[in-house]
């Protein structure tokens, strides 16, 4: 393997990646992993703040759930989303932060 080929990302990370920011571009999704960043919130909740029907913020949970960027707990009869993990709100500002700067020029 040359030094030129070890610079690159590997066809299946490259892949992973990309189906990553895929699924965050929804405008929708953005929306609940930033009002998950520090709290745990159930679906009603989240409608009701996002003015929108629960089966619609259900769909998108049900999305970022299998995509590990949101966890579920069951909290007596509610269940519970938050973010999986730090990384996915660094994700997030780091955009937020790169729009900011643009907006400053």
Request: hydrophobic residues 40%; negative net charge; proline residues 1%.
């Amino acid at each position: 393997m040359s030094k030129q080929d070890s610079l690159l990302l590997d066809e299946e990370t490259i892949q992973q990646v990309s189906k990553l920011f895929k699924i965050i571009s929804d405008p929708t999704r953005i929306a609940i992993l930033y009002l998950l960043e520090n709290q745990e919130l159930n679906v009603g909740t989240l409608a009701e703040v996002m003015h929108m029907e629960q089966s619609a913020v259900s769909h998108q949970l049900k999305v970022l759930k299998t995509a590990r960027l949101v966890k579920a707990q069951r909290k007596g009869k509610s269940m519970l989303y938050s973010q999986m993990d730090n990384h996915v709100y660094s994700i997030l500002e780091q955009g937020i932060i790169h729009i900011n700067e643009e907006k400053e020029d």
